[in-house]
């Protein structure tokens, strides 16, 4: 069928400036104007905006520590249906279905989970399966597990170390590659409690520093789009600025992301020794063009930390509210489940402040990307909101009326008066994670494109706006009017696929069966594992 929408102003930094014009679509995708024929069905915009379809970096959807939140806070959703004869968990109260729908409503067409344990690959893949209407991407966890560190303290050649990953990308599906509070987790298990970027691993006399550039250069070696996904050492604490600060000069010239960035925006002035060093952050990041950074920007209310941290989890036991928390102390990573309620006390009013600024002083909206870290600083479905926080100083300044004045005097906030346009939305939002992703096939309007494409009634109340989208077509079938889905479809999960070494594959084999007394099968799987008709769509590497 061919699509047409007219009248509506269209927002597209990729492809030349902002302005009226029609779109056309047909068969999933965007192409030029068809000479001598006419739109079997034409949408009038009037009124409103067209921009591509949005993509979410960085949001925990599916997974062990997903689900383990979800059966540690039973009160957070109603469980209303018996358990499913698919995915466990699938049809629960705030499902992984109604996930998809929910984010969909907002306009976003594809969404990445950040932290999958390759071990737990297959379930974490069902699951994301089990989430209608939006494609779906995973990272996979390196970074702990005994296999590359035994690599990286044996002195391995890199070409091995990049058979190693190259392996771990292909048979996990993933798009990839994470690396979280690197070699905590195994020192965690010695014993130790504090670990920093040049602290060593027992066991293995290897440093959170050589992990971190190990990984960074082999995942650039492969030509792995996205950089390496680094969770910092460190989160959370006061003092955790200089973490960052150390990690982000580790670049040294190669990409490297930094995750949710405002839990490392910690300083140690003041009387609570707790204070803001966003700006000092931000400035560095300025002058690093090899560096991009999620913020995971804090909101007020109830949420559950769900993480792979667990060293960082454990230290949080204590603020646990309500006092119920899981640590697991598994392969590799292990994690910990931690509910939380950002109040508007000190510590939250601070929190809130350093994302506002990381957001408002980071210059290029390229390379600053809007998260959450659902749901470690809020859910996802506060994204409208803090759409309008960034965008309007008055709505800026009446939330700061509200929160605790203290705090925000060891902050800059108050002294920013930068407002977002639509235009670096749309890049923070589409273009930019597009291209972080290596994905040429969306977060643009250009013909060749999916028809991925959000449509929002242009209104004063912006956080209305974005929260219900007015249209919302997901590769050219519509599936959300007037802010409802009104049409169901399934996504598809991205991937890269290398070809794995066939040594490497062997060498596997023989690991697996000797450690876990299991063969290799137990471990990857086929495409036919996820019962969808072609459940995955191919990313290519750089050349």
């Known amino acids: 069928m061919l699509i047409r929408l007219t009248g509506g102003e269209i927002i597209d930094p990729v492809n030349g400036a902002s302005g009226r014009r029609d779109l056309w679509f047909e068969d999933g995708f965007i192409i030029d104007k068809p000479e001598g024929r006419r739109a079997d069905k034409t949408h009038d915009l009037s009124g409103c905006i067209v921009m591509a379809g949005a993509i979410d970096i960085h949001s925990h959807i599916g997974g062990g520590n997903v689900n383990t939140a979800r059966l540690l806070l039973p009160e957070h959703h109603a469980a209303h249906l018996p358990r499913p004869a698919a995915t466990p968990l699938s049809n629960a109260g705030w499902s992984t279905f ?8 907002m306009g976003f067409t594809t969404v990445v989970e950040p932290a999958m344990s390759p071990y737990n690959a297959l379930h974490t893949h069902l699951e994301l399966s089990d989430i209608p209407i939006i494609d779906k991407a995973t990272l996979t966890i390196l970074g702990n597990d005994d296999f590359l560190l035994s690599l990286i303290r044996d002195k391995s050649s890199t070409d091995m170390v990049d058979d190693y990953v190259a392996w771990t990308l292909a048979s996990t599906n993933s798009l990839g590659v994470k690396v979280i509070n690197a070699g905590a987790a195994a020192a965690f298990k010695e014993n130790v409690r504090s670990f920093s970027f040049d602290d060593v691993v027992p066991a293995y006399g290897v440093s959170s520093r050589g992990i971190v550039k190990t990984l960074q250069a082999s995942v650039n070696r492969l030509g792995v789009p996205h950089p390496l996904h680094v969770h910092a050492n460190n989160l959370g604490l006061a003092g955790s600025a200089d973490t960052a600060s150390v990690t982000i000069d580790a670049a040294e010239g190669v990409p490297l992301h930094l995750a949710h960035l405002q839990f490392y ?6 009387k609570r020794k707790f204070s803001s060093e966003a700006a000092r952050l931000a400035e560095q990041v300025n002058n690093n063009p090899d560096v991009t950074i999620d913020v995971g920007q804090v909101m007020f209310g109830q949420t559950v930390t769900v993480s792979s941290d667990v060293t960082r989890q454990f230290l949080a036991i204590g603020n646990a509210d309500p006092k119920k928390t899981v640590i697991i102390d598994g392969d590799g990573n292990g994690g910990g489940i931690v509910p939380y309620r950002y109040r508007k006390n000190y510590y939250g009013s601070l929190q809130w402040a350093v994302g506002l600024e990381l957001f408002l002083l980071i210059d290029d909206p390229w390379r600053v990307f809007f998260t959450t870290d659902h749901p470690n600083g809020a859910p996802f479905t506060a994204y ?3 759409f309008e926080l960034l965008m309007s100083r008055e709505a800026r ?12 005097e060891l902050t800059t906030l108050a002294s920013i008066r930068r407002e977002y346009t639509l235009e670096e939305i749309a ?20 013909p060749g494109a999916i028809a991925d494409i959000a449509v929002y009634r242009r209104g004063s109340d912006i956080a209305g706006m974005f929260r219900e989208a007015a249209l919302v077509f997901k590769n050219g079938d519509l599936v959300v009017e007037n802010g409802k889905v009104v049409h169901f479809r399934w996504g598809k999960a991205l991937r890269l696929k290398p070809t794995p070494d066939k040594a490497m594959v062997r060498r596997m084999q023989a690991y697996h069966e000797e450690r876990y007394g299991l063969s290799l099968d137990w471990f990857t799987f086929p495409d036919s594992a996820i019962e969808r008709d072609e459940p995955f769509a191919e990313v290519s590497c750089k050349s």
Request: with cysteine; charged share 20%.
């Open 265 to 270: 925006g910690y300083g140690t002035e003041g």
């Open 98 to 105: 109604t996930t998809g729908c929910l984010y969909a409503q």
């Open 397 to 408: 300044d009446a939330k700061s009326a509200e929160l605790n004045a203290a705090a925000l």
């Open 427 to 446: 890049i923070m939002t589409r273009a930019a994670p597009a291209r972080l992703l290596g994905l040429k096939d969306r977060g643009h309007l250009g």
């Open 384 to 386: 409208p909101d803090l």
